[in-house]
């Protein structure tokens, strides 16, 4: 047992800040999605979160893993929209990371730098939450932000089509795009 988990697992009011701030943030940016999706009234962009879902949901069917020992992740009295509260085993990959990174990716292509340095600050805070409250094993991690990155690479062209026959970076995106 590291020692913040054991601080976690030992006082209530921790515990229940650190999983209710992570719920929190990750609805929000869920939400945050779901509303700049909504707006442009484009819904092939719905198409690398589609990806994602579908994907992790055959995986998960395929690889069952083991509640984590020290597994610390209580009902908050904070209700979610997107987060299951007891283990169900859908460990890998996470869908944390996996929304958070492409969340990043998706504002990053948008040019909305606040939104994308929000997706960045919520992906390290998801993935330090994740390890502190042994909710996740450290390849479930690794596996969501690859899941993340993945899903947005496969869709991107058909999501956000290129002007005028260039190649767009995704990192640097252009203003004429």
């Known amino acids: 047992m590291n020692p913040i988990n054991s601080i976690i697992s030992q006082y209530w009011f921790v515990d229940q800040f650190v999983v209710a701030s992570s719920s929190l943030l990750i609805d929000s940016l869920y939400l945050m999605l779901l509303f700049s999706i909504a707006r442009k009234r484009k819904v092939i962009r719905v198409l690398p979160f589609a990806l994602m879902y579908i994907i992790r949901f055959a995986i998960q069917h395929l690889c069952y893993l083991p509640t984590p020992k020290n597994y610390v992740w209580n009902r908050p009295s904070v209700p979610s929209l997107t987060i299951f509260y007891e283990p169900v085993g859908d460990f890998y990959p996470s869908g944390h990371v996996a929304l958070s990174v492409l969340a990043f990716l998706y504002f990053r292509r948008l040019d909305k730098q606040v939104l994308a340095k ?36 496969i869709t991107r062209k058909y999501t956000f089509p290129c002007k005028h026959g260039k190649r767009t970076i995704i990192l640097r995106p252009s203003k004429q795009d």
């Open 118 to 153: 929000f997706a960045t600050v919520c992906t390290i805070y998801q993935i330090l939450v994740l390890l502190a409250t042994n909710s996740h094993y450290c390849i479930d991690i690794l596996g969501g932000a690859t899941l993340g990155y993945t899903s947005w690479h």
